[in-house]
Structures are given as C-alpha cells and as structure tokens.
C-alpha cells in the first residue's frame, strides 16, 4: 500500500535521485565547489539508455506493423477454408440426394416386379411416410410465429429494452406443433425442416433449434393435411388459445394462411435402431 | 538535447536495422518498454528539479527493465503471466502518471 500512500501524500515516488542529490550535497560541503563527475563520460550513459529505449520502442511497433498483415492473412485463410469446406459438405449433400433417389428407383422397380413385393412397397410407402422419410407435397396450413416487434429505442417512452417475453420460446413452438399433429396435420416441417416423430425442438442460446440446426425468424410451420379441417380442429385448441394469449398479452406475431400447394423435403437421414436381446437373458 | 537525440539515434537505429526479435523475447518488449518509459519520465523529473543524477537514472533504467521482465517471465512460469503483467503496468502506469504529473507542476506551475 505504499505505492498508494506516496501517491495520496504527494511523495516522490523516486526517492533515489533526492537522496544522490544529498550525498553530493555532503561530498560537495567537505571537498569544496560542486563539479561534475568523469568529465568526458558525462551523459554517455544517458545517451545509451535513450538510444536503447528508442531502439526498444521502433522495434516494437515494427513488431506490431509486421504481425497486423499475417494476423489479416491467417483469417482470410480461414475464411476461405470455411467457404471451400462448405462448398464440399453441399456438394456431398446434393451426391447423398441424388444416390438415395437412384435407391428409391431401384427398389420400386425390384418390388414392382411381384404381388407380395407391391404390398411391401404400399407399407413401405405408409412408413416412409410417417416417418417423415419421404417429401411430401400437398395443400396445407401455415403458421407464422414472429418475436414482438422491437420498440424503437429513440421512441419517446421506449424502455431501452424490448419488453421482457415478445419472444418466441421452443416451448411456444412445441406447443404449436404439437396442437398441429392433435389437429390431424399429416405433415410438418418447420422453416423448411421437416419434423418427425424424434425431432427435437430446443433452445441453444438465443435461438431456436430444430433437430439442432439453428432457425432464424419468422417461424413458419406448415401443417400438410387439408386446410379447412385443420383449421377448424386447431381453432379453440389449447394450443391456439395459448398463442392467441401470447399475440395479446406480449405481442409476438401470430397468423394463420392457407397455402393451396406446399412441398416439404424429406427429413434427415433415418436412424435405424433396434432392440438387442442381452446374452444373459437369450434362451 | 542529448537525450532528445539519443532517441531519436535509437528510434532510426531501430527502424533501419528492424533487428528480429527471438519469439521468446516477444512477450517482454512492451513490458520494457514501459519500464523504460518509467525510468525516463523519473529521470526528466529529477531533471526539472535540479537533481538529476546520471548513475541513478541508468540504474533505475536497467532496474526497471529488468525486474518488469523478470516478474512477466516468472509469472509466465506459473501460469499467471497476463495478470502479473497487468500488474507491472499498472504499477508503472501509476508511478509514470505521477512522475509526467511532477513535470507537469514544474513547466507550468499547474
């Protein structure tokens, strides 16, 4: 604390210059007449320290100005690296769609070929469908959830903020999709995403996962089924009532459409699981 | 006037030569620097205040330098390098604003 103590009393914080100052004040009242040291060497250690705190600071800031460029490079590399890696990952999608709709042909026309193989393609046609593993393509209902409108900071009254929950929440979304699936919707992808029966609806920080990719809003969530039984079986629902209580009380967006022609692509790839029977309990 | 071109002798040294400086060295640079901005400022006040002393002052430069470098390297060791850098430069930070603060008081009496 003695640092801080000198500060407040004004103190040289140096003391060693007040002190050599005295002793030549000593040495100069017994020897008689102040007069400077090592004549000829006098300021030649200030002048090396001075060349060396000057060299100290150029090569400094020369390190600075040198690292700034490879800083800049070194992320522009990355970013390009991002942009190829990217560019690679679509590419392999779009192979991964192409490869599974050349399976998809191939296995209809294998089964096609006998009775038993064209009812194991109906019931593999039901499966595919309700496990979201095939696109879908029919007239629908859609359903935009939005985040309230943010109030305009400079507004007079504005509280700084935008008003606590005019957000849309995962629980907001799930409750949503649920209501559709109660509605006898046979569909439903939400932003483009098709759900299935596994599909998670989550929060990651500030936003909204579906089967954990990020969404941006508006959320819009089609429901494929036909348009007018949906709604009438949606309206009043709990779900309906819940958003409707949402729109009033926080603001967000909530609207309903018809949409005549909607197309939802196929879900992910599916996980097969099964059970496996454990060896100790096996026959 | 000597020390103003000792300076500037150092800062065109520094910039023709562009010496390269060792990655183990890197860290300590700009923690030198500010010791030796400490010592200089002590020195300009001693200066102004008629007690300027040249074994002090190069004493105090190479003191500086090398207990801020010495305190930076062993906080590296232990893993508390950034906080004990931190720590010399406010230290240095303080006793250099108190010290540009006396210059301050003698050139114009504020």
Known sequence: ?283 | MIALIGLLIGVTLGLVLQPDVPLWLQPYLPIAIVAALDAMFGGVRARLEGIFDEKVFVVSFVGNTVVAALIVFLGDKLGVGSQLSTGVVVVLGIRIFSNVAGIRRRLFGA
């Open chain 1, 1 to 283: 604390m003695s640092l801080l103590a000198d500060l407040f009393a004004g103190e040289l914080l140096d003391p060693g210059y007040a002190e050599a100052a005295a002793r030549r004040a000593r040495r100069a009242g017994g020897a008689g007449g102040p007069r400077p040291r090592r004549g000829r060497l006098r300021g030649s250690g200030v002048l090396l320290v001075l060349v060396l705190t000057g060299v100290l600071i150029a090569v400094a800031g020369a390190e600075v100005r040198r690292g700034e460029p490879v800083a800049a490079e070194q992320r522009s590399r990355l970013v390009g690296e991002i942009g190829a890696r990217t560019a690679e990952t679509d590419a392999l999608q779009r192979r991964l769609g192409r490869l599974r709709a050349e399976t998809e042909r191939r296995r209809a026309a294998a089964l096609a070929r006998s009775d038993a193989g064209r009812r194991a393609r109906a019931r593999l046609d039901r499966a595919a469908a309700a496990a979201a593993a095939a696109p879908a393509a029919g007239e629908g209902l859609v359903v935009t959830l939005d985040d309230a409108p943010r109030a305009d900071p400079d507004a007079p009254g504005a509280q700084g903020h935008d008003a606590p929950g005019g957000r849309v929440y995962d629980q907001d979304l799930q409750v949503l999709v649920n209501g559709l699936w109660a509605a006898g919707a046979e569909a439903i992808a939400v932003n483009g995403q098709r759900l299935t029966a596994t599909t998670a609806i989550r929060t990651a920080g500030e936003a909204i996962m579906v089967d954990y990719r990020p969404l941006a809003r508006p959320y819009e969530v089609t429901a494929l089924g036909d348009p007018g039984g949906l709604r009438d079986a949606f309206a009043g629902s709990a779900a309906d009532r819940r958003l409707r209580a949402l729109k009033e009380r926080f603001g967000i967006g909530y609207r309903t459409r018809r949409a005549p022609d909607v197309r939802l692509p196929a879900a992910g790839p599916v996980r097969l699981r099964y059970a496996v029977p454990r060896e100790e309990d096996g026959p």
